[in-house]
């Protein structure tokens, strides 16, 4: 009896073992950034074991980063979907580069809880609309307004609006970022003032 309970342990402990060995880590996250990506996440309980990879690419057109479902992902169920943040090693202020880590630390957590809100608004969405949600983005601005806006909403409402707030105003208040920038992000995304005023209202829905 001795000898089964033992092989039975063995066997667990085994299963065990090969569990861990298998099973993938939730997030992949570059070590450089790992402490600004950790405090967007807590803002973000919903999405703890939904795989998310950010990455570091060397450009990224019109943008710093970039929410994107992995396309394995994509016509599996909701809770067996990936992700991948993409995340421009540079950007360019009047010409020179910069590199995107050397940004002030809540500006960096902003942007990163901006595309976590992009995550959201996925998850919300079925495999074959997030197919249509591509075309349509690639070619109405109509759409993507409604999508960054979408994005930044899920990160105010979760309580990131000072970080949020703060990348915009170094976006826009920065004199010599590229001027076609600031104007994507004026044209697509909340206002610092429309941020203030979300804010505002869901103190007033809690209040009352
Ligand atoms: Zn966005």
Redesign the pocket.
Known sequence: MKKIIKRIAILVLFLIIIDIILSKPKKVIPKNIKSEVEVALEHFPELKNIPIEFKFKKNIEK?V???QPTFKGLFKSKENRSYRILISEKFKITGEEYSTTSVPKDVLIGWIG??L??VMDYQNRSGLNLVAFGFRYAFLKEYVKK??RA??SFAVLRGMADYIIKTKRFILDHADIDPLYKERIKEY?LSPDEIMEMVKEKKEMAQN
């Open positions: 943008s980063m970039q929410a901006h595309e809100g992009h999508a960054e994005a930044d995304y």
